[in-house]
């Protein structure tokens, strides 16, 4: 039993696949508290029957046509005519800009690869200082995460077994508060010359009539799902069935001869997606049949009795595993173990949720393994010194967003009161 002990964490240092590691030690876990481990496979098994899972690959697909499309650039010259006259306005465009990309691809790497070689030159172009424009654009590649039809809160939903559409709805004032002290701090720093440009109506016809048919799209998810219409999952078939009409008949930015790539990339990222979650599922089994979350949570109350502290040891925590790992193997990893945790503290899984997520879209830009910073650091062709720098400012700004966020719950609750 030793001898294989050693052989999985040879695996994993190895760098071996997550999902053989995790897969792995839920057979050794099984066999030796002397379960049949035939149960391993029926909980993965299980998991093809979740209903809310057939939402994932729809998404998935839905984020990478409009990524292999021209709609971020049509998204960036639409903001541009209307929020670009205002001081700080191209800096608030970016910020919108990458939040709503980032909502429907669900990866800040996609969001910037795509929109740092259009945004950057614009914003300095405009006025703004290097530094301050490769922050904003690096830090607001993970932004959209807590929008609707963000694939970590849907994935979210699926392990903890929580309401998706109550997560759409807990995530979009927390959003919102971040672009909004992030907007402050662009029209702080925004340079004299960036106010004043005039709008004309005919700048305004044609920014509508180019974004036009992408710009119903928010409203047919949202919509769609509050107005009792649809359900997430009939939500991601309709989202999905319109981005492909618009982008391969009406824009024609894809052709029929890249549809097969685009499908294959796709589902090779949910494949990924699927099979550690599978595995999760089944070593989440084994811990809740041993009864570890509970016993974890009885030591950590010996020296933790208020939530308010749990709460800041878990951000803490949740920073440092964002640094360190993707946001999808946090998610599998992790939450099993926490929720359980949380909840003997009180706190609610939806609100559990939101504080997750948030820790996890700032980790990306934490220093010294941030996702983000390499992923910019390679986009920008810099040291990623420099970026841990440009970061700093807007990092401050995050954490300040992320105590607000913890600490007033009914941010995370009060839409799900009135719409949910």
Same mark, same amino acid.
């Given at each position: 039993?030793?001898?294989?002990?050693?052989?999985?964490?040879?695996?994993?240092?190895?760098?071996?696949?997550? @999902?053989?590691?995790? +897969? +792995?030690?839920?057979?050794?876990?099984?066999?030796?508290?002397?379960? !049949?481990?035939?149960?391993?496979?029926?909980?993965?098994?299980?998991?093809?029957?979740?209903?809310?899972?057939?939402?994932?690959?729809?998404? #998935?697909?839905?984020?990478?046509?409009?990524?292999?499309?021209?709609?971020?650039? =049509?998204?960036?010259?639409?903001?541009?005519? @209307? @929020?670009?006259?205002?001081?700080?306005?191209?800096?608030?465009? *970016?910020?919108?800009?990458?939040?709503?990309?980032?909502?429907?691809?669900?990866?800040?790497?996609?969001?910037?690869?795509?929109?740092?070689?259009?945004?950057?030159?614009?914003?300095?172009?405009?006025?703004?200082?290097?530094?301050?424009?490769?922050?904003?654009?690096?830090?607001?590649?993970?932004?959209?995460?807590?929008?609707?039809?963000?694939?970590?809160? $849907?994935?979210?939903?699926?392990?903890?077994? *929580? =309401?998706?559409?109550?997560?759409?709805?807990?995530?979009?004032?927390?959003?919102?508060?971040?672009?909004?002290?992030?907007?402050?701090?662009?029209?702080?720093? *925004?340079?004299?010359?960036? +106010?004043?440009? %005039?709008?004309?109506?005919?700048?305004?016809?044609?920014?509508?009539?180019?974004?036009?048919?992408?710009?119903?799209?928010?409203?047919?998810?949202?919509?769609?799902?509050?107005?009792?219409?649809?359900?997430? %999952?009939?939500?991601?078939?309709?989202?999905?069935?319109?981005?492909?009409?618009?982008?391969?008949?009406?824009? =024609?930015?894809?052709?029929?001869?890249?549809?097969?790539?685009?499908? *294959?990339?796709?589902?090779?990222?949910?494949?990924?997606?699927?099979?550690?979650?599978?595995?999760?599922?089944?070593?989440? !089994?084994?811990?809740?049949?041993?009864?570890?979350?509970?016993? $974890?949570?009885?030591? #950590?109350?010996?020296?933790?009795?208020?939530?308010?502290? &749990?709460?800041?040891?878990? !951000?803490?925590?949740?920073?440092?595993?964002?640094?360190?790992?993707?946001?999808?193997?946090?998610?599998?990893?992790?939450?099993?173990?926490?929720?359980?945790?949380?909840?003997?503290?009180?706190?609610?899984?939806?609100?559990?949720?939101?504080?997750?997520?948030?820790?996890?879209?700032?980790?990306?830009?934490?220093?010294?393994?941030?996702? !983000?910073?390499?992923?910019?650091?390679?986009?920008?062709?810099?040291?990623?010194?420099?970026?841990?720098?440009?970061?700093?400012? &807007?990092?401050?700004?995050?954490?300040?967003?992320?105590?607000?966020?913890?600490?007033?719950?009914?941010?995370? %609750?009060?839409?799900? =009161?009135?719409?949910?």
């Amino acid at each position: 039993m030793n001898t294989l002990k050693l052989l999985i964490l040879g695996l994993a240092l190895l760098r071996s696949p997550l @999902f053989l590691v995790i +897969a +792995a030690l839920a057979l050794l876990s099984f066999h030796g508290a002397g379960i !049949n481990i035939s149960v391993v496979i029926i909980e993965m098994s299980r998991l093809a029957d979740t209903p809310l899972l057939v939402s994932l690959p729809l998404f #998935i697909f839905t984020g990478i046509l409009l990524s292999e499309s021209r709609a971020p650039a =049509r998204m960036l010259r639409f903001s541009q005519i @209307f @929020f670009g006259w205002l001081p700080g306005g191209l800096a608030v465009v *970016s910020l919108l800009v990458c939040a709503i990309f980032t909502a429907f691809t669900g990866a800040s790497g996609v969001t910037i690869f795509a929109l740092g070689g259009l945004l950057l030159p614009a914003l300095i172009q405009d006025g703004y200082k290097e530094r301050f424009s490769m922050g904003l654009i690096t830090s607001s590649g993970s932004l959209g995460l807590l929008f609707p039809p963000s694939l970590p809160l $849907i994935l979210y939903g699926v392990i903890s077994e *929580s =309401r998706i559409d109550h997560l759409f709805l807990a995530g979009i004032l927390p959003g919102l508060l971040m672009i909004i002290l992030l907007a402050g701090y662009a029209f702080r720093m *925004s340079p004299p010359k960036a +106010a004043g440009k %005039s709008l004309t109506p005919k700048e305004m016809i044609a920014g509508i009539r180019e974004i036009c048919w992408e710009l119903p799209l928010p409203f047919i998810l949202i919509g769609g799902i509050y107005g009792g219409y649809l359900v997430p %999952s009939e939500a991601a078939a309709v989202t999905a069935l319109y981005v492909l009409v618009v982008e391969l008949f009406i824009h =024609r930015d894809v052709t029929v001869r890249q549809l097969p790539a685009i499908m *294959s990339k796709s589902m090779v990222l949910f494949g990924g997606i699927l099979v550690i979650l599978a595995a999760s599922m089944a070593s989440t !089994n084994y811990l809740i049949d041993q009864q570890i979350p509970s016993r $974890i949570f009885s030591v #950590i109350q010996a020296f933790i009795s208020n939530k308010y502290m &749990f709460l800041l040891l878990l !951000n803490i925590f949740l920073l440092l595993v964002g640094a360190m790992l993707d946001i999808f193997s946090a998610l599998v990893l992790i939450v099993p173990i926490i929720l359980p945790i949380a909840q003997g503290y009180g706190i609610d899984p939806v609100h559990l949720g939101i504080v997750f997520l948030t820790n996890l879209q700032i980790g990306y830009c934490t220093p010294p393994v941030g996702l !983000n910073l390499f992923l910019a650091s390679y986009r920008f062709d810099r040291p990623v010194a420099e970026l841990y720098r440009s970061t700093l400012p &807007f990092l401050a700004l995050l954490l300040i967003t992320l105590g607000i966020i913890t600490y007033l719950p009914w941010l995370s %609750s009060v839409l799900i =009161r009135y719409f949910g």
